[in-house]
């Protein structure tokens, strides 16, 4: 009973400030409101039964990421305001029109599909360990830490002054 | 029910530290620097922190004219929120029984305690970084860049220093790890996991800003860093929250290296008070060195600190890691 | 403790990814739309948690690790380019990246 209403109040947090990340004029209002819906994002982890995951999502994506943003964008002092372009307005139609059309469809396959939660579910992370590191993804597991590491590489060439 | 009163309880009981340390701190700097201290206010000064907190709350409140006003109202509420969050997942002594039923004295029993520590931590970074902006001034703005930086950078050494300790554990549940200790001090980890015990303290240094690391707040370098535009209980808030800090990382040292609350010696007891008193005495220890650091030590330059985070303690934490895996796989600990 | 919400979690998990979709379209600051890109990956992040909920088993969980690594790779790299464009061009606007136009 209170998981329902605290899902739904961190839905409307998340969606809220979603909608405030792609509303927002100014960039570092939008990285703010970025935060608090990874923040809530995480909390509906949480109450879906996932702990790693919420944990997780906390540790790198609002801990890390969004600080790298923040990062860059008051270094660069990322300007106020953006010019509206009234030319373009054709297009911010057609990409309302695409977005609405792809509400609808997925939202009605979504809403006829069979969720019910599957009982004696486990989240805890020594299963969660024992899935990540089995056969099956324990390669993918390996290329991703090579993957981090070229992306550190390529950061650091790319932003660097004198290569 | 019984969590809501150990809420008020446990954060009744840490803002009396909180208030305690403060003049801990300035009596014992004193001693150090061959001078008294405060000893005025009340019997040897022990009501200096009344007398400081009542002087900042009359103070008059400054919000620069150019500053962006909700950030920077909001940046010391985060920097709070985050330093108390840690607080919750903390155990501070051993379970006992009153009125005949077992009690915690930890507000949540998480089963991935130790990572809610670090995701906690990890959002910390936020306050300097939205104090140091919203100020609308070079010199916070710099002092704000750096002191995020250098706590991300340390937060990895703090993370893998931990990770010794939760393979031999075997659990992420911080009372696991406690009782993974008991027997005797050649159980602690700071025994048996020499390194990560050096790289978790010199890391948690590092991680509340305290000397040798805080150059974000050096007042010599950057005026006062990130916290120059802030006045009255705003900037008291930003205290707050770096003794909370210390607070938590000291206790948390306490649970996760040096055995919680079992005595050193399988003779002595262990249990209900007496492991109370054992706890609240190594955390005291604890906060004592980090106070002995301060009047000892000068600070670091910061691109000292950054290649001393980076270059020495990642690679140290990693190797132990190392270690400690082979360790636990080939004998089986 | 069975959640009955995993439906509307699915259905915000959709929200979320067409709120997403229409910030990367309809924004012009290229920090803006790198943060969009984020929100969509967090949209399916969530699809793949409710969905691991519901089949019982972590298969949707360890995907979402995976989807998180690669999501701070892609944001690092990302804000690379973007500095590095800005030292040469000295905008963030996305109109005004049109050097491979024809």
Known sequence: MIDAILFYVFAALALGSALVVIGQRHAIYSAFALIVTLCSLSAIYGLLGSPFIAVLQLVVYAGAIMVLFLFVIMLLNVGREEREGGERSGLKIAAGILTGVLLLQAGAVLLQAVVAPAPGFDASTHKMAQDLFSPRYLYAFEATSILILASIVGAVALAKKDL | MAAAVKVVLIFAALLTVFALMTWAERRLLAFMQFRLGPNRAGPLGILQPAADGIKLFFKEEVVPAAANRWVFLAAPVVSVATAVLAIGVLPYGPPFTLFGRQWQLQIADLGVGVLYIFAVTSLGVYGPVLAGWSSNSKYTLLGGLRSSAQMFSYELALGLSWVGVIMLAGSFRIGDIVDHQAGGFWCWNAVVQLPAFIVYFVAATAEVSRIPFDLPEGETELVAGFHTEYSSMKFAMFQMAEYLNMITVAVLGTDLFLGGWHSGLPFLPSSGIWGFGWFAAKVGLVLFAFIWLRGTLPRFRYDQLMGFGWKVLIPVAVLNILATAAAVVLFGL | ?102
């Open chain 3, 1 to 102: 403790m069975a959640p009955d919400f995993i439906p509307h979690a699915l259905l915000l998990s959709l929200a979320l990814f067409s709120v997403g979709l229409l910030g990367v379209f309809l924004r012009r600051n290229i920090i803006t739309v790198l943060m969009c890109v984020e929100l969509m990956l967090n949209g399916v992040n969530l699809a793949f948690v409710a969905f691991s909920r519901a089949q019982g088993t972590l298969e949707g969980q360890v995907l979402v690790f995976f989807v998180l690594v690669v999501a701070a790779a892609e944001a690092a790299v990302g804000l690379a380019i973007v500095i590095a464009i800005h030292r040469h061009k000295d905008t963030l606007d996305v109109d005004a990246f049109n050097l491979l136009k024809w």
